[in-house]
Nanobody, 126 residues
Framework: VQLQASGGGLVQAGGSLRLSCAAS????????MGWFRQAPGKEREFVGV????????YYADSVKGRFTISRDNAKNTVYLRMNGLNPEDTAVYYC????????????????????WGQGTLVTVSS
């Protein structure tokens, strides 16, 4: 699976962005898709994940209620809708894929993700 993230940019605090992650490969629907981010000078951290059937999502506490992950398996694309952005959300955002153990399986453990996109930069100004 090859992943291409897009949609990053500069936004003011309180604003919104939607990131997209397009996947190539005919088995996209078999992969749970995660979003991770890495802020300057910090380690990469988990943001959220969606199961391969789209029915289960799980978020980091820091983004819960503000970020929403969705997917369109017909388009081989996963989305990260980000609302209420604040400067602490500034980071390079990565999408990643992991083979799902079941249609509802998911995991926040980045070591389980074998496929990664190149990242897209989100900058939130105060």
């Amino acid at each position: 699976v090859q992943l291409q993230a897009s949609g990053g940019g500069l936004v003011q605090a309180g604003g919104s962005l939607r990131l997209s992650c397009a996947a190539s490969g005919h088995t996209f629907r078999s992969y749970a898709m995660g979003w991770f981010r890495q802020a300057p000078g910090k380690e990469r951290e988990f943001v959220g994940v969606i199961s391969w059937n789209g029915g289960t999502t799980y978020y980091a506490d820091s983004v819960k209620g503000r970020f929403t992950i969705s997917r369109d398996n017909a388009k081989n694309t996963v989305y990260l809708r980000m609302n209420g952005l604040n400067p602490e959300d500034t980071a390079v955002y990565y999408c990643a894929a992991t083979r799902g153990a079941s249609s509802t399986w998911y995991s926040p453990d980045e070591t389980l993700y074998g496929y990664w996109g190149q990242g897209t930069l989100v900058t939130v100004s105060s």
